[in-house]
């Protein structure tokens, strides 16, 4: 008997417990680790709950996210937010690892630096802008330090995907191709619909093609078809990215790095853009929570459907949840059952599925939750599991 897509999906978010699921999980302000899986079911972030999962498929994790909750500058009177990281790493983890201990960093010191300590100023799409910029010209220059010692550092990236809440505004910055999306509650329609915020950088998007034609006009071949598959130069999907210097600085495009990565010809202006596409928009009560996740969810699950899970089902382990429904997605497209799929192991797991990191938000319109001191910080990185509360500025 075949089964409604929708009811395929949300079904298992009924059931008493999670497959993986440990007594108190939901508690563990470090989140916690299960084989392949990490997870943090439920925590509290300044305007509201939250809730994170990541499943591993490659060797080396290359997906890393993180939530900072709390103070989002050095300055102790700073706006208080939560800013919320995806980080969707391609050739290797470097560049992915980078980024989650960089540009939440680079962030609190460009408010700072730019607005004064009695200036009451909130989060803008300026500093957002420029807070990644500082972080891909480290990262340039990390390159450049280790080229001769580890040149294949020069071929690793990593999709960028940001959003900041602030002052009931909310701020998305994309560099890439994860993606965010809204759940809005349609009073008239009485459903919750799901709202795309981010804009996406992947060459198989009519869009983005002629944006790198425009940008190149010269170089007919900025945009090749390979294998069925749009790729600038033939070598990459996306347009925009953290790293990958061997396509933004010519002095890297040469040995030692490995051939297949080389252009026959030398380039003199970048070829990807490491500036996201910025979205800012004001929050309100209808706007219920924010999904955030790489690109191995979307490949398997629509907006809508993810949006009907967790509008569905409980708080309490909801990133897991929208996890385990791509995973059961993405066995069904091979003919395979989930629980055979659950028993392979990483590396071979990337055949049926990418790494996948989600990070859910809830928007609940009350006060800054009271256990946020200003000055205070919360801050939790997937995977690495680690959790703090601190009272100083420089947290």
């Known amino acids: 008997m075949v089964t409604n897509t929708f009811m395929r999906i949300v079904s298992p978010c009924w059931k008493p417990s999670v497959e993986g699921e440990h007594s108190g999980g ?75 201990e960089r540009l939440f960093e680079n962030l609190k010191t460009i408010h700072a630096a730019e607005f004064t300590a009695d200036s009451h100023q909130g989060m803008s799409a300026d500093v957002i802008n420029k ?24 071929s690793v990236g990593s999709c960028c995907l940001v959003g900041v809440i602030c002052g009931g505004q909310l701020y998305i910055a994309n560099a890439g191709d994860s993606r965010v999306v809204l759940g809005r509650l349609e009073k008239t329609m009485r459903e919750v619909k799901a709202i795309q915020l981010s804009s996406e950088h992947n060459a198989s998007f009519e869009s983005v093609r002629e944006e790198l034609h ?17 790729r600038v130069k033939g070598l990459i999907q996306i347009s925009r990215s953290i790293g990958d210097a061997y396509l933004k600085r010519c002095e890297f ?90 028993k392979i192991d990483r590396g071979v797991r990337r055949h049926f599925h990418d790494d996948i990191t989600v990070v859910v938000v809830y928007l609940d319109f009350h006060p800054v939750n009271r256990s946020f001191s200003r000055g205070s910080l919360l801050s939790i990185k997937g995977f690495a599991g680690v959790t703090s509360t601190s009272n100083s500025k420089h947290s």
């Open 26 to 100: 939901g508690n563990d302000a470090y989140g916690r680790a299960d084989g392949l899986f990490w997870y943090k079911d439920l925590g509290q972030h300044v305007a509201g709950e939250f809730s994170m999962a990541v499943i591993q498929a490659n060797n080396l994790l290359e997906d890393q996210s993180q939530l900072e909750s709390g103070s989002l500058s050095l300055h102790d009177s700073g706006p208080q937010g939560t800013f919320v990281g995806v980080y969707d790493g391609h050739g290797g983890p470097e560049a992915a690892r980078f980024v989650n």
């Open 214 to 230: 425009s940008s190149h006009p010269d170089d007919p071949q900025i945009v090749v078809l390979k294998r069925n598959v749009w």
């Open 253 to 342: 495009n040469q040995e030692p790095l490995l051939p297949k990565f080389r252009l026959s010809k030398p380039f003199h202006k970048p070829i990807l853009k490491a500036e996201p596409s910025i979205a800012v928009q004001k929050l309100h009560p209808e706007d219920q929570f924010l999904i955030f996740a790489s690109d191995g969810l979307w490949e398997h699950l629509s907006n809508q459907e993810a949006v009907d899970i967790v509008n569905s089902c409980p708080r309490n382990g909801i990133a897991r949840k929208l996890v385990k429904a791509a995973l059961q997605e993405a066995a069904k497209k091979r003919e395979m059952r989930y629980s055979d799929l659950k």
């Open 131 to 154: 807070a990644f910029l500082a972080t891909e010209e480290e990262f340039l220059s990390l390159v450049r330090r280790q080229w001769q010692s580890k040149p294949q550092i020069a």
